[in-house]
């Protein structure tokens, strides 16, 4: 079969490969729909984020197979002692698959497993034809998801997941600041989600306009220069708060301001924002060396959670993925809107993944879609 293969920092080649067998107790798939994550294209260029150091490592032994654990696609074949999957079946599947043997997999705490794979990273994931994958990563797609949705579908997930961590009371303030990718699911699963008012700032108009069009109440335009948009943002939602600040923050903005994002200080602005006694949600990946306003959030008493992520952390477990995808079969949560750029074909796979790390450059909100010639059954 043919898959991409990573030959040094930025040199991902599409060739042939062995094709993949499934092993007792595994599945292989056809890949439907598949799309790199922002964090596999920043490691394949070679940024030191995540798990760069281990990437850097395998390479200087020779190419890797490596990236595409967003994807869905159908059953080819199932291994022995495999029960819960048949050759037919449209499925995705969860980043992180825990050694479950572990002290923390032993006592129900397989968050915490000493021993994880993560699909794409350290073992091949879904940048080619077929992928083998265990059966208990799998999560069956249910009919009326489209194959764009279900490849899409693990941000939703995260964003399910740090809502679920904040724990919003029936009414609550939302502030989502960002309106990315994960601010505009953010902003859904607020809507679904008990929150009272759903706040968000951004810059880019059409996003913005997609943030209007999902229900949010208070859309911030934050285009002032510097730290100025920060004031902007604060302002917006000390007025539409009575001065009190927003219940939950759900920070997605913070990044490199080269890559489109908000820069080091939206953690600062998110405590800034949240009530006293809040809470702020890190879901964007923010570098190592980040100053973290500590003083701030201990003086106002607002906690800071950070929810399970993939791309090399823990990814939510299979049954928030089933939650996910139901939320898109029922039309819940609409994810197709923001998949702005798709392709075709296997060959289109390096081309994705140089556009989907500069995504504000190229006017794209979800990473780009290459779609394999596979008959998903449906739209
Ligand atoms: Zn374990």
């Not at 030191?48 to 150091?53: E, K, N, S």
């Not at 091949?124 to 999560?139: I, M, S, Y």
């Not at 724990?167 to 303030?173: K, N, R």
């Not at 992520?309 to 079969?329: D, E, I, Q």
Request: charged share 20%.
């Amino acid at each position: 079969m043919r898959a991409a293969v990573l030959h040094g920092f930025g040199d991902l080649r599409v060739e042939e490969v062995p094709d993949p067998q499934a092993g007792p107790g595994e599945v292989l798939i056809d890949v439907c729909c598949v799309q790199p994550s922002v964090t596999e294209c920043m490691l394949i260029a070679g940024e030191p984020v995540a798990l760069h150091r281990r990437l850097a490592d395998a390479l200087a032994t020779g190419p890797v197979r490596f990236g595409g654990h967003e994807f869905c696609g159908v059953v080819r074949a199932v291994g022995p002692g495999v029960r819960r999957c048949r050759p037919g079946d449209r499925v995705t599947a969860v980043e992180t698959l825990v050694c479950g043997d572990c002290a923390a997999c032993r006592n129900d705490r397989t968050d915490a497993c000493v021993r994880p794979e993560f699909i794409g990273f350290t073992r091949p994931g879904a940048l080619a034809e077929r992928l083998v994958v265990p059966e208990t990563a799998v999560v069956p797609v249910p009919p009326g998801v489209s194959a764009a949705a279900a490849a899409a579908i693990q941000p939703l997930a995260g964003a399910l997941h740090a809502h679920a961590l904040a724990a919003v009371a029936p009414g609550e303030t939302v502030l989502v600041l960002g309106a990315g990718v994960m601010g505009l699911l953010a902003i859904q699963v607020a809507r679904r989600g008990n929150a009272g008012l759903v706040a968000v700032s951004g810059r880019s108009p059409a996003k913005l306009a997609l943030a209007r069009r999902f229900g949010a109440d208070l859309v911030i335009d934050a285009t002032a220069a510097g730290a100025d948009a920060a004031d902007q943002v604060l302002a917006a939602v000390h007025d539409a708060t009575g001065g009190i600040g927003a219940d939950v923050v759900i920070e997605t903005a913070g990044g490199s301001p080269r890559l489109g994002l908000s820069g080091p200080d939206t953690l600062e602005l998110a405590a800034r924002c949240a009530r006293r006694g809040g809470r702020v949600v890190g879901v964007s990946v923010l570098p190592d060396d980040v100053p973290a306003s500590l003083g701030l959030l201990r003086e106002r008493s607002v906690s800071l959670l950070h929810p399970r992520s993939g791309a090399g952390g823990y990814s939510p477990s299979g049954s928030v993925f089933a939650h996910a995808l139901r939320l898109v079969a029922r039309g819940d949560v609409e994810v197709e809107p923001l998949i702005t750029h798709r392709s075709t074909g296997i060959e289109a796979i390096p081309e994705a993944v140089r556009v989907t790390r500069d995504k504000a450059a190229h006017g794209a909100i979800n990473p780009v879609q290459v779609r394999l010639d596979v008959d998903w059954g449906q739209p």
